[in-house]
């Protein structure tokens, strides 16, 4: 494959998009296999132990994901997240032991309740990126009942909350991956986000190529429409690598749309619990089968993570735990 800058260009030129139908670069597939809010009350193939999360990444790996996006758990409380840099460096560790060159991607966003201090614990543990927020994320939603026998049951709850990030808090967030080497995958989830990224640029915080996912059909963030991404996608610095995802019943447009288009697709258990209407889906792997399916269909090839590493400019070793 040639040199990684050779793969960016403005997604939302046309003539830029018509110069490279048919021979669009491979398209790097991330799973996200399981989320810091959901688990086995919403499907019980969701991971939630280091064990199980490991395993089920190491089916997604086979069926083509290039790069992990995960959510450590509390191993005391299932339904909480991590908040200890030795619980995420034992996932990290497992992950790894399956998946021997898989890209491993840790949140910082974390789940309801947690401290910033708690969502900066994983970098400590050296994943090769982690996500960061670029906004602050208001939702209101409901959790189904957590029955017996499932570990640590508990009833509905509803969630109504605003995680208050800040122009000084995303920086600092930047500032310590770039202490620890990880790359940023900056979220953004709406026409706010490009404000954000302009002032980590200004101040040094964040590298070339730039690692950007447009979230889209999440509450608050921008309705999940074509025109919606288009229009991100003209806010975005130069030497952007653009990553989609879509929440629920969005997830299938918004990556086929992104394959399409030229960008990279991020599916999987965290952020759509279905594989169709009124089937729950039985795997990550059966997320990223499909997704893998409609690349080759759409003459795109699935990116390596060999591949992947370059395109991202990440060390050609994976991270050894």
Not at 35 to 45: A, P, T
Request: hydrophobic content about 35%; charged content about 25%.
């Amino acid at each position: 494959m040639s040199s990684q800058f050779k793969q960016l260009w403005r997604y939302a030129d046309t003539y830029e998009y018509l110069e490279r139908v048919g021979k669009m670069p491979p398209v790097i597939i991330v799973c996200a296999c399981n989320g810091g809010i959901q688990g086995k009350e919403s499907n019980d193939n969701l991971p939630e132990t280091a064990d199980e999360i490991a395993e089920s990444v190491a089916g997604a790996y086979r069926a083509g994901a290039t790069m992990v996006h995960v959510h450590a758990r509390d191993p005391k409380d299932f339904t909480r997240p991590a908040t200890r840099t030795e619980i995420w460096h034992e996932v990290n560790k497992q992950i790894r032991e399956r998946c021997p060159d898989i890209i491993i991607n840790n949140t910082t966003g974390g789940g309801p309740d947690m401290t910033m201090e708690e969502r900066l614990q994983c970098l400590p543990a050296r994943p090769e990126v982690a996500s960061l927020n670029l906004t602050p994320d208001m939702s209101k939603f409901r959790i189904a009942e957590r029955k017996p026998p499932l570990p640590f049951p508990r009833p509905m709850m509803e969630y109504d909350e605003c995680l208050p990030f800040t122009y000084g808090l995303v920086s600092r967030f930047a500032a310590e991956m770039k202490k620890y080497g990880v790359k940023p995958e900056m979220e953004t989830y709406h026409s706010g986000g490009p404000w954000v990224m302009h002032d980590l640029l200004k101040q040094g915080l964040i590298d070339k190529p730039y690692w950007i996912q447009t979230v889209m059909g999440y509450q608050t963030s921008s309705q999940a429409t074509f025109e919606n991404v288009v229009h991100l996608l003209r806010e975005m610095p130069e030497d952007t690598l653009w990553l989609t995802s879509g929440i629920g019943p969005h997830q299938l447009p918004m990556t086929t749309f992104a394959i399409l288009l030229g960008g990279h697709v991020r599916v999987g258990l965290e952020d759509n619990v279905y594989f169709k209407r009124g089937e729950k889906a039985k795997s990550n792997a059966q997320l990223v089968e499909r997704t893998a399916r409609i690349a080759h269909e759409l003459n795109r090839e699935v990116a390596t993570p060999a591949q992947a590493r370059e395109m991202l400019g990440l060390s050609a070793t994976p991270t050894r735990y």
